[in-house]
């Protein structure tokens, strides 16, 4: 404080003291915006912005000038330095939103119970199962890419939609033909694969409300068969209805997208997006080799979860801010880091575990399954993409093989692969999310 400042209070003790209380009560009503001030002047500018005159700061406060009541009130107020309001968390989670993608993940299988059998062969059924990788992992990629083109602009996003969608049900429906052939069962992978185009364009443009409202039919439809036999007709009518009404909707979202004005800007190479496609490609044959136990319902409870997964993606993303803010050391942030991945992981696995008993799946295989998924997309979510795209195809190519060559301990290599695999990405994710750069 300079002498200036205190000089004339040291020179007028007695009228300090005669004015003692309406100092006071100013104080109190200026005590939030006087405590954080480092300077008297700051306190001058307060009182200047109060609009004190100098006749009531002399006759009301008893002070010759503003400033040396400014000095005055900085000496009565104890200095405070409020903690500065939190920024809004950029990673809440939309609860609703995540709880309905799981679903929407799971009821288009409610087709299978509602159609007649359509394939009469493991080559039938093989062929559904190879449209439906191929959807899985051209999905993926075309997802992937579609992200990148909403960063320049809408309407990119649906240039890209309405060129790869149809290009990748084409593609798919193609596989499905060539392995069943002339058919029932490849006339069901065509509209499987057109439907998976058509979701994931509604998916992947954030309307999940709508393509719920297209599924609306074949939910009604499958809770009516055990007291309602619909018939051929319908059974086949249903999901063509469902088929019909999604591709409408695909088109409409994708229509709106290209009214948007055009936004120049660079997404990236094409490269950017194939550790995606090949990821989805190998959890794809990852479910599908589960799926061949016999334990189809795990499977589904595997599917369902996919919703909680990404919920506890954004809980990840904005728990570790938090710990970032918390942490006082590097070691901190990484032991912090370590704990949110594990207690997400944990909320994750845990429901798995009475899916697979009550299904009569193998827990340690399902749960592997689920961390090695989970712990993908995880790192996926901070960009690392081809290291997860590399271990899960490793996993899968490995199980394959060893399905190939029928080797009697053929059941235990879901087991083994995944769990290898869930390790891995684990320790991946520990060296690779526990440095304060990657959230920064």
Request: charged fraction near 15%; glycine fraction near 8%; hydrophobic fraction near 55%.
């Amino acid at each position: 404080m300079t002498l200036a400042l205190r000089l004339p209070r040291l020179l007028r003790p007695a009228q300090r003291s005669r004015t003692d209380a309406p100092v006071d009560r100013l104080a109190a009503e200026l005590a939030e915006q006087i405590g954080p001030a480092v300077h008297a002047y700051e306190v001058a500018a307060v009182l200047e912005s109060e609009g004190l005159t100098s006749d009531v700061i002399q006759e009301k406060y008893g002070h010759p000038d503003l400033f040396s009541l400014a000095a005055d009130l900085y000496d009565r107020v104890p200095r405070s330095f409020p903690e500065p309001p939190l920024p809004p968390n950029p990673w809440a989670p939309d609860h609703i939103r995540c709880a309905l993608r799981g679903a929407l993940f799971a009821l288009p299988a409610l087709a299978y119970l509602l159609m007649p059998q359509m394939w009469h062969s493991d080559r039938d059924a093989l062929a559904l199962i190879a449209a439906g990788l191929f959807s899985w992992a051209w999905g993926q990629a075309l997802g992937h890419r579609t992200y990148l083109r909403l960063a320049t602009g809408p309407r990119e996003a649906g240039r890209t939609m309405l060129i790869g969608a149809p290009v990748g049900a084409a593609l798919a429906s193609a596989t499905g033909l060539a392995v069943a052939g002339p058919g029932s069962a490849a006339v069901f992978a065509v509209g499987q694969s057109c439907y998976l185009a058509a979701a994931g364009v509604l998916l992947v443009l954030g309307r999940e409300r709508l393509l719920l409202c297209t599924l609306v039919p074949l939910v009604v439809g499958v809770a009516l068969l055990p007291w309602w036999e619909p018939g051929p007709p319908l059974r086949i009518g249903i999901p063509l209805l469902t088929l019909v009404s999604s591709a409408v909707a695909a088109a409409h979202v994708v229509r709106e997208k290209l009214k948007a004005p055009p936004v120049s800007g660079d997404p990236g190479p094409l490269l950017r997006s194939v550790p995606y496609g090949l990821f989805g490609l190998a959890a794809g044959l990852l479910v599908a080799f589960a799926g061949r136990e016999g334990h189809t319902l795990a499977i589904v409870a595997l599917t369902l979860s996919m919703g909680p997964a990404e919920w506890l993606l954004y809980r990840f993303r904005g728990l570790s801010v938090s710990a970032l803010r918390a942490a006082e050391t590097v070691r901190g942030f990484q032991l912090r880091s370590a704990a949110v991945l594990a207690l997400c992981l944990v909320c994750y696995l845990l429901p798995l575990v009475p899916a697979a008993l009550l299904t009569g799946a193998d827990p340690v295989a399902l749960t592997a399954l689920g961390a090695t998924l989970w712990t993908a997309l995880l790192l996926q979510a901070f960009g690392i993409a081809w290291l997860p795209a590399g271990i899960c195809v490793t996993a899968a190519a490995g199980v394959a093989l060893i399905r190939l060559l029928d080797v009697p301990e053929g059941p235990l290599a879901l087991r083994l692969y995944c769990g290898g695999a869930a390790i891995a990405l684990a320790v991946c994710a520990l060296r690779l999310l526990g440095r304060p750069t990657a959230h920064a």
